[in-house]
């Protein structure tokens, strides 16, 4: 098939039809097979003919809207196949003049025949309305301005140029300005600012104060050094210091503030290492409870029957709480005989020997060569502390910068010695000494005694379990129990005992079973136990607690008064089909869904189920979604119209 289209232009938006007849026929032979508008809302349209040959010849096109003629074009193809071609008015030609008519019009001899009201074309005066020429200059008028325009040419050409020239007549060299005379004799410039009061004798007679100069270059150069080193006058060697006696013979310094009291005893540091590694071990999982590693003893001092009580089993059986009790030769095929417990008061553990004689450790990190002398003493050296306080009272302030200050003495208070030092027993409280302002004076307690007696109690903690202590429980806790397996069984099988403690199995106990039974046809399951995340619903049914239970889930932590939502949407973002509040209960949240609600949902197929979620409001501002999934829903065949 070949396609010919043809474009045209018609008011955008419509839904077109184009047929196609001859030029001169009335039959239409021709009906589009498609017209379209592009570009949308343009007012083009193009319209498509599909025919067994390409169209060639001129026709008359039709444009009908809903089956009626609205316009009509011209189109003219070339027999091309895909061919468009352009629509163009369309001509009666019945209408048009024929050729000799045409010529006939064309009869005017312009060298014989005369214009209809053109006359005097030969002598032609001054055309006075002519449009656009209005006050244009005649001949006259621009014979004048001819002179004009010569003149201007003299003048710019030669009179200008000349006066222009001899405006440049100054010569520098030999011309004066007038009204300038005295430039040879300057006088001072008043009002220029930046130099007022400035030096305007030349050469400049004023001199430096050399004097002043030489006077401070002799006192930095050696005046002030001579008086720096003055300051340094002191002779250790032979001078003596007024009011210092007795240094050989020193007393204890009783006033020296901060140091008041000062403990003299060193540390106990081994046993304080000591308690630290037994301490670091202890944990505390619950706050004031140390974790322990229960070795003996323990339980809460009950007797057999005591503890049967604590548990709560002194009426009760164990039907359903005990399938099976071990015999005496089960627990013991389970179980390790007396004789061979460990017992740590008498039992040696292998390859470790000489715990009795221990050796010091040697290789401790962090203590070599520490004071090992208890109590300490080694007394402050306060004969060096008073010297060191003498030099810093003798620092000048003028000598701050201790790497370039000179002058300053070479006396080593480590080696050298003061000679006539005398009555240090006379000294006075030092009430300005910087750097102990608000000291503690309160004499510290000889803790060394408590440290002895803690570490005698943390030697014996023993971990034989990382960070739990062995301990004998005493009372408190029931870890332990009290009781040997034995001693349980041999209880719970005493007398009349054992038969309290067995599954009732008799007849009569399978009859009572039954007649509970009886009266059930059928057994329901909830098909959600299955899969929590999917739940079913039976379209029209109550899910109340009344027809069926109301769906529940335990959400696993403390829910109790707190509002619930319970909603149902056809998709995850889609419409809700309803939604259900309740308060939990505990840690249950159990939703209502009523036959009105439920009727709302249709029959889903496998892919195409409904969404739910379980949303809890733990606060104004605080939500939770615990639970979600699918609704699966199975059709109800009695529905409420078949209700009468």
């Known amino acids: 098939m070949a396609t010919s289209k043809v474009i045209f232009s018609y008011p955008s938006g419509e839904t077109l039809v184009v047929r196609a007849l001859p030029l001169t026929g009335n039959a239409y032979l021709l009906t589009s097979t498609s017209v379209s508008e592009a570009p949308a809302n343009s007012g083009l349209y193009t319209a498509t003919f599909t025919e067994a040959s390409a169209l060639n010849g001129a026709y008359r096109i039709v444009i009908t809207l809903s089956g009626t003629g609205v316009a009509s074009y011209q189109a ?51 055309n006075s309305d002519m449009r656009g020429t209005d006050s244009a200059a005649l001949a006259s008028a621009l014979s004048t301005i001819d002179g004009i325009v010569d003149s201007i040419l003299v003048d710019t050409g030669t009179t200008i140029p000349a006066q222009i020239t001899s405006l440049n007549d100054f010569n520098p060299a030999t011309d004066a300005v007038a009204n300038v005379t005295l430039v040879a004799t300057t006088t001072t ?14 050469p400049n007679t004023v001199a430096p104060d050399n004097a002043s100069v030489a006077a401070i270059l002799v006192d930095t150069g050696t005046t002030i050094p001579a008086q720096i080193t003055g300051l340094n006058n002191f002779d250790p060697a032979s001078d003596a210091v007024a009011n210092v006696t007795l240094v050989a013979t020193t007393t204890t310094n009783s006033d020296m503030r901060g140091t008041d009291g000062a403990n003299t005893t060193a540390p106990d540091n081994s046993s304080i290492t000591a308690i630290k590694s037994k301490t670091d ?33 002194s009426s009760a059986n164990l039907d359903t709480q005990l399938s099976d009790i071990p015999t005496v030769a089960e627990f013991e095929s389970r179980t390790i005989a007396a004789a061979s417990y460990f017992n740590p008061a008498t039992d040696t553990v292998a390859n470790v020997t000489l715990v009795g004689t221990t050796t010091t450790n040697t290789d401790m990190r962090g203590t070599e060569g520490a004071n090992t002398t208890t109590p300490n003493t080694v007394a402050p050296d306060n004969a060096s502390i008073a010297s060191i306080l003498v030099d810093t009272n003798d620092l000048q302030t003028n000598q701050g910068d201790w790497v370039t200050a000179t002058g300053f003495s070479t006396f080593n208070p480590a080696s050298d010695t003061v000679a006539n030092v005398t009555l240090c027993a006379t000294t006075t409280t030092n009430t300005d000494m910087r750097g102990t302002d608000g000291a503690n004076t309160v004499t510290p307690v000889d803790v060394s005694s408590n440290v002895t007696a803690i570490k005698a109690k943390t030697d014996q903690f023993v971990f034989s379990t990382a960070n739990q202590v062995d301990a004998k429980i005493i009372s408190g806790g029931g870890g332990g129990g009290g009781d040997t397996a034995a001693e349980i069984y041999t209880y719970f099988t005493d007398g009349t005992r054992e038969d309290a403690f067995k599954a009732d199995s008799t007849l009569a106990k399978q009859n009572e079973i039954l ?37 529940s889930w335990d959400v696993g932590r403390d829910i109790n008064g707190l509002t619930f939502r319970f909603t149902i949407k056809d998709q995850i973002d889609g419409n809700v089909i309803f939604q259900s509040t309740g308060t939990g209960v505990s840690q249950v949240a159990a ?7 439920s009727i709302l949902l249709q029959k889903t197929e496998v892919g195409d189920e409904y969404y739910w979620d379980l949303e809890i409001q733990y606060s104004a501002t605080s939500f ?21």
């Open 76 to 126: 003219r193809w070339t027999g091309s196949d895909g061919e468009t071609v352009a629509a163009t008015e369309l001509i009666d030609v019945s209408q048009l003049a024929s050729s000799a008519s045409i010529a006939a019009l064309n009869n005017f001899d312009p060298a014989s025949d005369a214009v209809a009201n053109v006359t005097l074309c030969a002598t032609t005066t001054t």
């Open 189 to 202: 410039n008043t009002d220029m600012r930046g130099t007022d009061g400035a030096n305007t004798t030349t």
């Open 281 to 313: 071990q202890l944990v505390f999982t619950v706050a004031n409870q140390v974790d322990s590693n229960a070795l003996s003893g323990g339980g809460s001092g009950l007797d057999a029957a005591g503890v049967r009580s604590a548990v709560g089993l």
């Open 515 to 551: 007649a509970k039974l009886s009266t059930t046809t059928q057994v329901f399951t909830d098909p959600d136990m299955a899969n929590p995340r999917k739940i079913t619903i039976i379209r029209g049914d109550a899910y109340d607690s009344v027809s069926w239970p109301a769906k």
């Open 591 to 597: 939703p209502v869904i009523t036959s009105a609600q």
């Open 624 to 644: 939770g979604t615990p639970l979600y999934g699918t609704v699966e829903v199975v059709d109800d065949v009695t529905t409420p119209g078949d209700r009468s």
